[in-house]
């Protein structure tokens, strides 16, 4: 920013001093702009250099965003000067005044929201409807507007006046390319409501448009990572979709192929072997060919069951009544395992639509794996709760064990068809149940949590029955 710029804009004289105070302000204010992509962070670094002492700009700031759907300003953050005494310069050259930019750490931002003055403004929502008139020039002009004698305007729509004790504020748009984000709303209770300035004025007016087109950046670089991410996703579909029609041309293959020879050399076998007294070596070799042909079933019973395009009906079902039934099924082989089983399920029902058998077989099968990683004890943790997924009510199953976990380096492999660490694994029971849960609009992820791995299964609750969360 040049000083003919500053002269033309902010200082009326030559007042060297004045100029260089600008200088730095502007400077430090568009590096902070640029520091981060984080909005929440932003809102709050707008909000703190505003009021932050050393800038001897405001006393009080408020930032309301719009809402185009209801046509309202939802308070979103409000400091004090007070609230903004974290605000820290970041900079490599301590010798420059114009270098740098503000940070502030997740622990004062969060000390920041659980102010009173915030939780009252969050609380605020001035409706837009009728025409505002405290704000209706800042709105329609894209402009500062600057109101000196409350007592003189008269609107009932903005409550927020008395409920603040606002006497004299200036009010200035957020809107980038004239598309409203929101307000923030300034004023000096702490200075006996000392008048907002003229040169205050315009450098409002100069933050607001800087900090209007940071957070639309901000917005768009977020619908950017989220397009990324249902990039990759529709990618990572589009390869197990390949994997899934390779595997499904493989089994009806081999299922004609092996099906009947199977069946063939285990009767055969298992005739021979009650012919066989049991300490001869023969019946040692002739169990082995059983046990191994059984095997090989098995194994041509995962391929069929994981390439076979299933048939779910959707039906609506308690999802926390199939979870107890599986643990009641289970109970037995958990206390004879010395696995200790610890529960957190929700009072009343938590309906979702989908196939009830196939989702017991989602729970069952977890449950087996869990145990077969705690063969001397442990601990099963099963919870069930609501959570929001993709912006709509969700039922949360989590499955978690003390199995040691799983090492970093496979994490992401384990649902890959035919991957497994066991020794007489099929590799396909992760990938059965992985797909089960997409097809049922799920999503399936596992990570290590403390002395193990714990899953969680998302399913979309149905639409009648979501509570108010």
């Known amino acids: 920013m040049s000083e003919d710029f500053l002269k033309k804009n902010f200082i009326s004289d030559t007042d060297s001093l004045q100029m260089q105070r600008y200088l730095k302000l502007f400077s430090l204010f568009s590096s902070t702009l640029l520091s981060t992509m984080q909005l929440n962070k932003l809102l709050h670094l707008i909000l703190s250099a505003l009021v932050y002492e050393d800038n001897n700009l405001f006393d009080r700031a408020m930032l309301f965003l719009y809402n185009q759907k209801t046509h309202t300003l939802q308070g979103m953050l409000g400091l004090y000067r007070e609230d903004a005494a974290s605000l820290k310069l970041v900079t490599d050259d301590p010798g420059s005044s114009l270098t740098g930019y503000w940070d502030i750490d997740a622990e004062a931002i969060k000390h920041q929201m659980q102010s009173d003055f915030c939780i009252n403004v969050r609380r605020t929502r001035i409706d837009l409807s009728n025409e505002c008139q405290i704000i209706s020039v800042a709105l329609h002009e894209h402009r500062v507007s600057r109101v000196e004698d409350i007592n003189g305007v008269h609107c009932r729509l903005c409550d927020f006046i008395s409920q603040f004790g606002v006497s004299s504020f200036a009010a200035v748009p957020l809107a980038p390319h004239k598309n409203l984000i929101g307000v923030i709303i300034v004023d000096n209770p702490l200075s006996n409501n000392q008048p907002i300035t003229d040169q205050q004025v315009q450098v409002l007016q100069l933050f607001a448009d800087q900090s209007g087109m ?27 979709g390949s994997q899934l029609a390779a595997i499904g041309e493989m089994a009806a293959s081999i299922s004609h192929e092996l099906k009947t020879p199977l069946i063939t050399i285990g009767g055969f076998a298992a005739r021979l ?42 039906q609506p079902f308690d999802l926390k009544k199939i979870l107890l039934e599986c643990l009641a099924d289970y109970a037995v082989r958990l206390g004879e395992n010395s696995v200790k089983l610890e529960t957190n399920l929700p009072e009343g029902r938590l309906i979702v639509l989908g196939d009830a058998n196939q989702i017991k077989q989602v729970c069952i099968n977890l449950f087996v794996n869990a145990l077969e990683v705690m063969p001397n004890g442990g601990k099963l943790i099963v919870s069930l709760s609501v959570t929001r997924e993709r912006g709509r009510p969700s039922a949360l199953i989590t499955i978690s064990d003390t199995g040691g976990g799983i090492p970093e380096d496979l994490i992401s492999k384990i649902f890959t068809p035919f991957f497994t660490t066991k020794r007489h694994g099929t590799g396909l029971g992760l990938a059965i149940v992985n797909r089960i849960v997409q097809n049922h609009c799920g999503t399936l992820n596992v990570r290590n949590i403390n002395q193990g791995a714990e899953f969680q299964i998302i399913l979309p609750l149905a639409a009648d029955e979501e509570p108010a969360v």
């Open 214 to 240: 940071a957070i639309e950046n901000t917005r768009l670089f977020r619908e950017l990572e989220e397009a990324h991410a249902e990039l990759r996703d529709a990618r990572q579909r589009l390869v197990h």
């Open 273 to 314: 072997g009650r012919m066989m007294p049991l300490d001869t070596p023969q019946r040692h070799y002739l169990d082995t060919i059983i046990n191994e042909s059984h095997r090989l079933e098995r194994l041509l019973g995962d391929i069929l069951t994981f390439s076979r395009k299933p048939t779910i009906c959707f």
